[in-house]
């Protein structure tokens, strides 16, 4: 054999081994990306069994948390002269417990910090009672009235455009009763819409008699309805006298009776939407060419409609008389979406340090801190 094929033999080995070699390099690095992929795995499935474990945790402890809230405290915080309120006291009598709703999850509400002597919450959806206190109590209603004033004219109002010419017949009693008023002209026409806005959003008596006068041609014969209809819906602890909510001893109601009233005009699409309107400008009219702006009196007081906790206070109805106290019909919706009602009444108002000596207004601060603790 030659020099050159030695050489040439030497070529070969070396190609061949450097083909093994290579070929031995591609299987470690097989091998190492298995184990890699392997041990990726297994951190993935540790990861997954961490994370359930504490899962089923956190559900055992929220269980097992749910299952010891049997019920709650009802706290009486005060009454009403001329009414009849039960004795504090801790008997079963005042305990209202989710299982009596026939509702296992009804909010807990801590009732210590509401001013107002009389008040009673419900869930709109299923009419659960979140708490009741003091709700069969007799309270004047003041411009709650106005609630069952709305619908009235609602329900026997098929045409809401339909005009009507408001006169001295309207006018004067609201102001020689110094009640709030709307602010319509002597001899301004305008639509029935335009008096049911001046009814619920600045608690005008002015748009309460026009209202009465178009439906029934009296307030006398207006309230006969208004009766009828609580009578329909229940209210058996109810009376109306007048269509505006002024002061009479013979007009009056219950906390129970309003939340009912409420929950029925909600199902409503027109009261609804006045209900919850922050804002309305009426049609335009000879004495009011670009009509007259009406602002509703809660959202004029309420600062901020949308709390801490995501509930948003969607509407409700003002109402006060020296006689009944401050009082709130309101609507809210909690951030889940459900829908709770809740009425308040006979809360006293104290004068603030404000040096313009106005006062407070603590039938909207106890809806701040009953929705406040929705969930």
Known sequence: MSFEDEVEET???RKARRAREKKIKKKILMVV????????LLIVLFLFLLVKGRMDASNKLYSEADNS???FSLVYAGEKTDTT?????????????????GNTDVPVIDQSGIVSPEALMIRLSDQAVVFDKNGETTIYPASLTKMMTCIIGIENESDLNKSFMVTDNEIDPAWNEGATVAGFGY?????????????????GADACYALADAVSGSEADFVTLMNQKAQELGMTGTNFTNCTGLHDANQYTTC??????????LQN???RDIFTSYVYTTTSTDQHPDGITLSSRLFTYLTESLLDNGTVIEGGKTGYTDEAGNCLASLAK????????LITAGAASQDTDDSDGSVDHPNITDAVYVYGQLP
């Not at 001899?187 to 608690?203: A, H, K, Q, R």
């Not at 129970?256 to 005009?265: P, R, S, T």
């Open 256 to 265: 129970a009776d309003l939340a009912k009233l409420l929950e029925y005009c």
């Open 334 to 341: 909690a951030k889940d979406g459900t829908e709770y009602i």
């Open 85 to 101: 309120i039960p004795e504090e006291n801790s008997s079963s009598e005042n305990v209202q417990s989710s299982s009596q709703t």
């Open 69 to 71: 809230v049997s019920g």
């Open 33 to 40: 990306s298995i184990l890699v992929l392997v041990v990726a």
């Open 269 to 271: 699409s027109t009261f």
């Open 187 to 203: 001899g301004e026409t305008v639509t029935i819409s335009d008096l049911l806005y001046g009814i619920m959003l600045p608690s």
């Open 11 to 13: 070529r070969e080995e």
